[in-house]
């Protein structure tokens, strides 16, 4: 069972901080966007407000002077002309005024003073101005300088005074929005400042909570782990820190524990398996001197066996040559019984031996070239064929690595059992043919013959296992066996296709060397070869020669005046079941 495990897990402490920092961060984010709207808003009164409005009191006062200046020169000189100033000086001071208003919405009290200076240049230019305008040109300009008096100019100074008082008021606001300005700006820095800060000391944080929460307890349960990876498997496993990671150590140990009892039945099974080994060591010693005796029995069956089985055999036949038709007929059935079952004892000694050497006398494995195998086993199967008017045809075949005397024994036991199991009044025909599947040459042996009923295609191949009687079919029962041994120990495996449409097809597989494969892999596939024919490529004195004079050899297709044929591969018989 898993352990009860309280506290805050690593994923709560770590979610708190981070949602701890995130609040004070956007907290931080909120106050610092007012402080830099306001600082904006300070910013912009500055530049847009403050700073017209201290230039246009200048234009203000210089608009009054420009009044005072053309009305003291009218007086003087009387010209209509000096009055250009005044008027324009007039029009000035009303766009000036209009133009402050428009800036004052959030100065009040710049904007009073401003109406101070309006109204003071209103009553100057209504008490002063003008009746020195009107005087003088009604009655001159010694009674319009009469008017200008040092009353005037102290009328005058009063709105000049009062221009100064509004460009004060003015420079005040702008002074304040610059001390907001700077206090906003501080602000903000010192708010970025605590931001940082915050950033720096969350970090601390979380890098001294890793430490301790995490770093520490993994190095722990890892040196723990090294200690039992190093052998201590009763080693306990104990992990301290958050939730997670006491039930980290919890897995890991019951892991351990798993571990030692798998390697505790290991060892047990290990203890058996030597056991079972030195048993097995035992039966294979004794399976060698099987093995010896068995050579030994072979020897014996070879020399010692072959020896009266030919002395019986020779003596029976010299009894049926000389005595044929001396005795009555019984007596030459019976000799004939006795010259038959020596002569199939001897095939069938024969035919064992062959069957006990394949893969015990070897000569290597070499580079065979079918195509040649093909062309000796047609000499060896040509007095059958020309007997059963069969006709043997291949394709081009491949080269393989093999034993040439075991790889002509299996063709000719193929080729022949093809001749012998043919249908009555239909000449047989045999095909050889190969095909690349992946890494391996599927070599086909296709005839015409009577075929095998599918439930009898895995029997075929097991030795003495006959499907007829010796009297319809004549033979030991052991050539298919020896293909099949054949072809296992070429590193292949064989067959019966038992869907082809008539006859029977029989199809083994040898590795294929690996340049074939190569090539094969990277050149297009190659056109189907051109068939050969047997009797194009074995003269019939070739054949003629390769059939061997011992009688007792493998079984061949019995002719109507004499004895069955038999051939030889190499030192091997050739044998057909």
């Not at 407000?49 to 009044?67: C, I, K, Y």
Request: proline share 5%; aromatic share 6%; with cysteine.
């Amino acid at each position: 069972m898993r352990p009860v495990v309280g506290g805050w897990s690593l994923r709560r402490r770590v979610i708190t901080l981070l949602t701890v920092v995130g609040v004070l961060l956007i907290g931080l984010a909120v106050a610092e966007a007012v402080v830099a709207a306001r600082n904006r808003t300070q910013i912009d009164a500055i530049l847009n407000q403050t700073g017209p409005l201290r230039v246009q009191s200048q234009e203000l006062l210089n608009a009054v002077l420009d009044q005072e200046t053309a009305v003291r020169g009218y007086a003087v000189s009387g010209d209509p002309d000096d009055l250009g100033p005044y008027e324009t000086g007039l029009d000035q001071e009303k766009a000036t005024i209009a133009a402050m208003r428009a800036l004052l919405d959030d100065y009040p009290q710049i904007g009073q003073e401003l109406r101070t200076v309006e109204e003071r240049s209103a009553q100057w230019r209504q008490t002063v101005a003008e009746p020195v305008i009107t005087t003088t040109e009604q009655e001159g300009t010694r009674a319009g300088q009469a008017l200008v008096t040092e009353q005037a100019r102290q009328r005058f100074d009063q709105v000049r005074s009062a221009v100064g008082d509004l460009q004060k008021e003015i420079l005040a606001a702008r002074e304040r929005a610059a001390a907001d300005v700077r206090n906003s700006s501080n602000v903000l820095v010192v708010l970025l400042i605590v931001a940082a800060l915050v950033v720096v000391v969350a970090g601390a944080v979380l890098l001294l909570s890793l430490d301790r929460m995490v770093v520490r307890p993994l190095t722990g349960l890892a040196t723990q782990v090294r200690e039992v990876a190093e052998g201590d498997y009763q080693h306990r496993i104990a992990t301290v820190g958050p939730p997670e990671f006491i039930r980290l150590g919890y897995d890991v140990d019951a892991m351990r524990q798993k571990i030692a009892s798998d390697l505790a039945e290991v060892r047990e099974a290990r203890e058996r398996i030597e056991w079972v080994n030195s048993q097995l060591q035992k039966q294979a010693e004794e399976l060698t001197r099987s093995n010896r005796d068995l050579e030994q029995f072979a020897y014996v069956a070879s020399h010692d066996l072959q020896e009266p089985l030919r002395k019986v055999a020779s003596f029976c036949q010299l009894l049926q040559r000389r005595y044929a038709g001396q005795l009555d007929e019984r007596a030459d059935q019976y000799i004939a019984f006795a010259v038959d079952g020596a002569q199939r004892m001897q095939r069938l000694i024969n035919d064992l031996l062959a069957f006990s050497r394949i893969g015990r006398l070897t000569t290597g494995f070499v580079d065979v070239d079918l195509n040649k195998v093909m062309g000796d086993v047609a000499g060896q199967t040509e007095a059958a064929r020309q007997y059963a008017d069969a006709e043997l045809t291949w394709t081009e075949l491949p080269v393989i690595r093999g034993e040439e005397p075991l790889l002509t024994n299996l063709l000719a036991n193929l080729v022949s059992n093809s001749i012998k199991f043919r249908r009555p009044d239909v000449p047989p025909k045999v095909h050889i043919s190969a095909r690349l599947v992946d890494a391996e040459w599927e070599i086909s042996c296709q005839d015409n013959g009577i075929g095998i009923e599918p439930e009898f295609a895995d029997k075929i191949f097991v030795i003495f296992q006959r499907l007829h009687s010796k009297d319809a079919y004549p033979g030991t029962g052991i050539g298919l066996a020896i293909v099949k041994k054949i072809v296992e120990y070429h590193g292949g495996r064989v067959w019966v296709d038992t869907d082809v449409p008539e006859g029977t097809a029989i199809r083994f597989t040898l590795p294929a060397r690996p340049e074939d494969v190569e090539a094969a892999a990277a050149t297009d596939p190659a056109e189907q070869p051109q068939e050969a024919t047997a009797g194009d490529t074995t003269p019939a004195d070739e054949a003629s020669s390769a059939l061997p004079e011992d009688p007792a050899g493998a079984d061949q297709p019995d002719r109507a005046d004499g004895p069955p044929e038999s051939g030889r591969t190499g030192d091997m018989r050739e044998t057909v079941g």
